[in-house]
């Protein structure tokens, strides 16, 4: 389905003649981030300007999440702030988009406990957002309803980055897996892969404008293909096809599952020039028991198995993972064996997580008896054993040279030019600043745990 905008010029009017600003508020992982890019470029297309202060905007937009339950906290709790904004001012407006609206119970809570809330639109649901966006606007009339996720894919919406040399590409939505604790099948719908000629037009197209990094996003980017009838085409193929496209400097992406981390593309990783070396694969749990449980269709030797390829086809490719600690029913033996695979692993990143109970999930039904602070233990062990071996990975960089994207100054220091390795790794070094957004080869001097320093050669 192509985005269309019929209400384009009518709202463009109304928004210059009033002088509209957004701010976008975005809670979640990179595909809510790329949706927010999409609904900054809608905005940006009927003539709104973005506003960094939120105070100040007239439209509030909460992407929101729901993988874990803090998320809603965090929701609810913005919500006591923004209605101070609407109610001192009649052209403030507030949407709320994303996962979280994808959920009866919330769009219920919203309509009986928020009702300042403008707007609600659940995932998918983009190409309705201009027509709601109009009789808000023109007429005062909200719209806060329910409506199921849809197995539609919205192709040649209008997009905003942040950054003018890296971008994410969607490839895939939705997720077959059903993982035990995770809602994304719920409110994202089923795997619907993206044609291959719409993203490789995408690709050329953000290569004409400059860009050098492509980061490819799907809940499972290598189940991409699998959903098509009349055609072979995989991920492993979609990778070589960008691979060729003149300008792409840099290719990334996530997540992949280890069910679906075949040979090929191990190989394709290996024989490419641009796939960047770090390589990012959700192990969850260590514990081949407590995946089973969660339904992840994988072993603690299944994964073993991949890394050990995957280092074995390069020595200098990085793993980092997510990791779920306190997963119903999980044992001091089962948290031991989550910790041996990260002795062995030696992670260069690791996101994790304290189980968090989402409603409508298998998950919740289960037994949960670990005591929390039990769970927070387990959490402070993993982070004392992954930062041990921090230091080491690093130390083997040093005085290799790496081809790193100059993405700007340091936050910490604008007399200094940063940027990231292949493997994901912040490096800092002196440079002139017309080099922002050019590949450099940097030299690493040192490393300083969470970053390396170096120098460009």
């Not at 994964?303 to 990085?318: G, M, Q, R």
């Not at 119903?328 to 990143?349: A, C, M, S």
């Not at 992954?386 to 080491?392: F, G, M, S, V």
Request: aromatic share 10%.
């Amino acid at each position: 389905m192509r985005f269309t905008n019929s209400y384009k010029e009518k709202l463009k009017k109304i928004v210059i003649d009033k002088n509209l600003t957004y701010y976008i508020d975005t809670m979640g992982c990179s595909m809510s981030e790329n949706d927010s890019s999409k609904y900054a470029g809608i905005l940006e297309s009927i003539g709104f300007k973005r506003e960094e202060n939120e105070e100040k905007a007239n439209l509030i937009l909460f992407n929101t999440c729901c993988i874990r339950e803090n998320a809603e906290n965090t929701l609810f709790g913005r919500f006591g702030t923004v209605k101070k904004y609407k109610m001192n001012n009649d052209n403030v407006y507030i949407v709320v988009v994303g996962c979280m609206t994808q959920q009866k119970h919330i769009i219920e809570k919203i309509k009986k406990s928020y009702r300042f809330v403008d707007i609600t639109l659940g995932t998918g649901a983009m190409n309705s957002f201009p027509s709601k966006l109009y009789d808000l606007l023109k007429e005062k009339k909200k719209n806060i309803e329910f409506v199921e996720v849809t197995n539609e894919i919205e192709e040649e919406v209008p997009i905003k980055y942040d950054s003018k040399y890296k971008a994410s590409v969607s490839i895939i939505y939705g997720c077959n897996n059903f993982c035990s604790y995770c809602i994304v099948p719920y409110v994202r719908g089923r795997e619907r892969s993206r044609r291959p000629k719409d993203i490789l037009n995408d690709v050329k197209k953000l290569a004409k404008e400059g860009y050098k990094e492509i980061m490819l996003l799907g809940q499972n980017v290598n189940s991409y293909g699998n959903d098509f009838k009349d055609t072979n085409y995989s991920f492993p193929n979609l990778l070589q096809d960008i691979e060729k496209i003149d300008g792409i400097e840099i290719i990334r992406f996530m997540s992949p599952h280890p069910k679906d981390f075949s040979d090929e593309l191990i190989d394709v990783i290996k024989s490419s020039k641009k796939i960047a070396r770090q390589i990012h694969l959700p192990l969850q749990s260590g514990s081949s028991k407590i995946l089973k449980e969660m339904n992840r269709k994988h072993t603690k030797e299944d994964y073993l198995k991949i890394v050990n390829k995957l280092k074995n086809a390069d020595e200098n490719i990085s793993i980092s993972t997510d990791i779920i600690v306190g997963f119903p029913g999980e044992t001091e033996e089962d948290f031991l064996d989550t910790l041996d695979v990260v002795k062995k692993v030696k992670f260069d990143q690791i996101y994790m997580f304290i189980y968090s109970k989402r409603v409508g999930t298998r998950a919740e039904k289960m037994e949960d008896n670990t005591p929390e602070e039990e769970k927070v233990r387990r959490l402070e062990r993993i982070k004392e054993i992954y930062e041990k071996y921090l230091p080491e990975n690093n130390k083997k960089m040093i005085g290799k040279t790496y081809k790193v994207l100059v993405e700007g100054v340091s936050k910490n220091n604008d007399k200094v030019l940063t940027g990231r390795t292949s493997q994901n790794k912040v490096v800092i070094f002196d440079g002139e600043k017309s080099n922002i957004g050019k590949i450099v080869n940097v030299e690493i001097l040192s490393e300083h745990l969470w970053y390396l320093k170096g120098k460009i050669v």
